[in-house]
């Protein structure tokens, strides 16, 4: 067996004591019961016997063995109220234990200054949002706008199929360039609020 027990294992080895106490006061309490008989009968025979010292002899150890027999049970009854209330106390305590760390988790969870963060997180994330929206918006209407004169050249002529594919390729250069931005925007602010998150 290690040198030190675990706190399961004391626990144990206590409630094994106060059983084992309760036991050697049940069996004090016994004996004491049966030595009350004994000197009843001692008394009965000399009281026959007219053996007066005898008779007020027995008496006697009677009377104080009933009053050792009596302190015995109180003490019995004392020790078991005792360990009742030991054990009240234990899960009063686990309780309290209990309640405590599930207050602090609650205050933790409802503190306002989480609630200030999180709002904090999500209106600097809804700007980012709106903004990439009106960046796209203005995107787009260029994006139209180059289309429906993509056809035309600076003259206001129908530009050549090789002119026009020319065009195409530059402009869709410009789109993935804009994508890609736009993405890697979006990652890094993504990045942000969840290291904000974990503070």
Do not use: C
């Not at 963060?117 to 809804?126: G, H, P």
């Not at 009106?134 to 994006?143: A, G, I, K, L, V």
């Not at 890609?180 to 990045?191: D, G, H, P, Q, Y």
């Amino acid at each position: 067996m290690g040198l030190f027990k675990s706190k399961q294992q004391k626990e144990i080895e206590k409630k094994m004591l106060i059983k084992r106490t309760i036991n050697t006061m049940n069996k004090q309490i016994n004996r004491l019961e049966e030595q009350k008989k004994v000197f009843i009968e001692a008394a009965k025979r000399a009281k026959l016997k007219d053996l007066d010292t005898q008779f007020n002899l027995a008496l006697s150890g009677y009377k104080m063995t009933v009053q050792q027999q009596k302190r015995a049970q109180e003490m019995l009854l004392n020790f078991e109220i005792t360990a009742q209330m030991k054990d009240v106390t234990m899960m009063t305590s686990e309780f309290l234990r209990g309640m405590s760390d599930i207050s602090k988790e609650m205050t933790k969870l409802a503190d306002a200054k989480e609630f200030a963060k999180i709002q904090a997180q999500f209106e600097e994330a809804m700007v980012a949002v709106e903004t990439q929206t009106d960046q796209m918006d203005n995107f787009m209407e260029m994006s139209q706008e180059t289309f429906y004169n993509a056809g035309k050249d600076k003259s206001g002529k129908q530009m050549s199929d090789e002119e026009l594919e020319k065009f195409i390729m530059e402009q869709a250069t410009q789109d993935e360039l804009s994508t890609e931005s736009i993405e890697k925007e979006m990652e890094e602010l993504r990045k942000k609020i969840e290291a904000d998150a974990d503070k």
